[in-house]
């Protein structure tokens, strides 16, 4: 089956946007139903979440990703109120700068934890859900990931990388049941990522999202853009930069 054209309408498909309080993944979910798609929305704080969910008719389903058990409820309440699953955007994430020598563990622990094994713990519990007819599982990692930007950003590259390795066995894992996997790798994006951190790295790369990064929502658009393939096509791999970047 080749050739097929989409008429640029998700059409009530229905994924579940994990980060989705804030930044890309509020963005996301903003975008997916302004293309006609359905969207359920987790992340930890309940507040923003509901919030969002009531502005876009959407399930509200607040989770700490790290947090196994939540997470599988979290999921099983999605595809409950959604009456099932067609995609899974996994955008929660964190970012601590540091070089090696300086930093505190725990900072790495947290990378990690949300950025790998948060982005596994969904998609397991989505997985069952997503092959039932087929879907998208979108996993946002960073161009650090593919390559190291600065000596401070070594452990967070490391987690992002391990996105882009996890993507490629889950698309191998998943192809038979007509599920896509499509990692997006955004360089400096403008959101709350930075928080308000005062180390020199972080500061830094604050200031570049304002001055010279992406938008969130160039990144959602490029979302739905990999949602909305044809059911052939599966988009391996999104990088994106600013230009002024
Ligand atoms: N901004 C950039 O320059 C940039 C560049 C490349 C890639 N990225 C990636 O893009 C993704 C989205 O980040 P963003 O830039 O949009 O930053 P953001 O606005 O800070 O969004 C991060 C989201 O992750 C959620 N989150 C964090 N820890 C979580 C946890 N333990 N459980 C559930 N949700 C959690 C946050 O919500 P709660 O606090 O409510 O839990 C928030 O919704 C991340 O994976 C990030 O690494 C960002």
Not at 61 to 71: H, I, L, R, S
Not at 114 to 119: A, D, F, I, K, T
């Given at each position: 089956m080749t050739g097929q054209e989409t008429d640029g309408r998700l059409h009530g498909r229905r994924v579940l946007i994990t980060g989705a309080s804030s930044g890309i993944g509020a963005a996301t979910a903003r975008a997916?139903?302004?293309?006609?798609?359905?969207?359920a929305l987790l992340a930890r704080r309940p507040e923003p979440v509901q919030e969002l969910a009531t502005e876009l008719d959407g399930a509200a389903?607040?989770?700490?990703?790290?947090?196994?058990?939540?997470?599988g409820a979290a999921v099983e309440e999605a595809?409950?109120?959604?009456?099932?699953?067609?995609?899974?955007?996994?955008?929660?994430?964190?970012?601590?700068?540091?070089?090696?020598?300086?930093?505190?563990p725990a900072a790495w622990r947290l990378m990690f934890d949300?950025?790998?094994?948060?982005?596994l713990h969904v998609t397991q519990a989505a997985i069952p859900h997503l092959r039932r007819d087929g879907g998208d599982v979108v996993n946002i990692s960073s161009m650090s990931g593919r390559r190291v930007g600065s000596v401070e950003m070594a452990a967070y590259a490391a987690s992002?990388?391990?996105?882009?390795?996890?993507?490629?066995?889950?698309?191998?894992?998943?192809s038979d049941d007509g599920v896509r996997v499509t990692v997006?790798?955004?360089?400096?994006?403008?959101?709350?990522?930075?928080?308000?951190?005062?180390?020199?790295t972080t500061s830094r790369l604050r200031d570049k999202a304002r001055t010279e990064g992406l938008?969130?929502?160039?990144?959602?658009?490029?979302?739905?853009?990999?949602?909305?393939?044809p059911p052939h096509v599966v988009h391996v791999e999104v990088a994106m930069l600013s230009i002024h970047q």
């Open positions: 997916i139903v302004a293309a006609g798609g359905r969207v389903v607040p989770a700490d990703v790290t947090d196994v058990d939540g997470v595809a409950s109120q959604l009456g099932g699953l067609d995609g899974l955007v996994n955008a929660a994430g964190a970012m601590r700068a540091g070089r090696i020598a300086d930093t505190d949300v950025n790998v094994l948060g982005l992002k990388a391990a996105v882009h390795t996890v993507s490629e066995g889950l698309r191998r894992e998943l997006v790798a955004p360089g400096v994006v403008d959101t709350d990522l930075f928080g308000d951190r005062d180390d020199e938008g969130a929502v160039d990144v959602a658009s490029a979302i739905v853009g990999v949602l909305l393939a």
